[in-house]
């Protein structure tokens, strides 16, 4: 289990969090949204011990992040937005470079998932595409085997056919009880992959909930007329969608942008409805 509590973070003057409390417990997949800014991606190095916390703290399996014992850091992967790769460099390479840090690493596993993304292990990275040279990061990424995977912005770059592969390896990565934090802006990629929900703003933690107490909590109404009581409402085609509080118990399908929408423009509301 991942534990984040009063954690406060700076840059120099620029305050990030402060005071955030937050659990991820074992074998889910995570959202982490957010506006730009919002330090998602800080979050996200917090937790593998790339940055420390002014403030609080932040624990993994009862090891502090920051610490960076190799008893943690083989246990815990981070797949950034970007990655600089070296021109000569290949795949296959780049497993091999990182596989001594990774006791749970399978060469299996990767080469089944190269063979799924159709990506040639050898082949040189600065003769692929920006989208195979992604779909080959989250292969090694997956195949070192961590109880923990942290990604950002993972479905950068993919086509349609590779969000769905990818979206298909995940959930078998989750079915295994691995811990998965996507922090990602393309939300509807992961739309029906990420359970619980965490939703971010300027030093706080406005959402974190999963998908049926979201859904309790909340009423997704399509397709009917724009609603004065609604916390927000969008046109589509045929109607309205409007997010209204659940006040009558019924079933709806989530809506992450629309619920993501508000959320933002409903703080206070949100933080009410949600409380424990």
Known sequence: MIEIKNLEFSYKKTPVFSGINLTFPEGSIYGLLGENGVGKTTLL???????????????????????????????VVFLPDEVLLPDMATPQRYVDELAPFYPTFSQGTFLHLMQEFEVEPDRKFREMSFGQQKKSLIAATLGLGTDYILLDEPTNGLDIPSKAQFRTILSNCAGEGRTIIISTHQVRDVENLIDPIVILSNNAVLLNAPVDRITEKLLFEYGGEQRPDALYSEMQPGGYLNVLPNTSGEESKLNIEALFNAVLRNKNTIKELFKM
Not at 59 to 69: A, K
Request: net charge positive; glycine share 10%.
């Open 45 to 75: 190095k917090l937790i593998c011990g790339l940055q420390r916390p002014t403030m609080g703290t932040c624990i993994l399996d009862g090891q502090t992040c920051h610490d960076r014992l190799p008893s943690m850091l083989q246990r």
